[in-house]
């Protein structure tokens, strides 16, 4: 899994038969230490956390589990945003906290 910040959404009008009515999104993915970018880079997932733009997710970029939580073993899906970010502590020390100001990770 990784975590990441939604950047953007995503509108196909031409698209595989999965994805329709499905909600695409763009997240840079980021260090959870500090919130720098991370070499995975920008990532398209479908929403399944109902983020939006500026939110902290956790990522699953892994075909298999990611078919598994969209329910069709067949779907053409590798990414997935799983769930929106609340904190994150490292060794005790908080780098990020929704909506905080001036913490290593940001604000979302």
């Known amino acids: 899994m990784l975590v990441g910040t939604v950047i953007g959404t995503v509108v196909a009008p031409i698209q595989h ?10 997240v840079r993915t980021e260090s959870p230490v500090d ?25 699953l970029k892994e075909g ?25 502590e490292i060794d005790g020390r908080a780098t990020y906290e929704q909506g905080a100001q001036g913490m290593d990770g940001g604000h979302a």
Do not use: M, N
Not at 35 to 59: C, M, N, Q, S, Y
């Open 64 to 88: 298999s589990s990611a078919r598994a939580i969209v329910g069709d073993a067949r779907a053409p899906v590798r990414t997935v945003v799983v769930g929106v970010v609340d904190a994150i």
């Open 17 to 26: 038969a999965f994805y329709v009515g499905q909600k695409l999104l763009l």
């Open 35 to 59: 919130g720098t970018p991370a070499p995975e880079g920008v990532l398209l997932a479908i929403d399944r956390a109902h983020a939006g733009v500026g939110d902290k997710v956790l990522i």
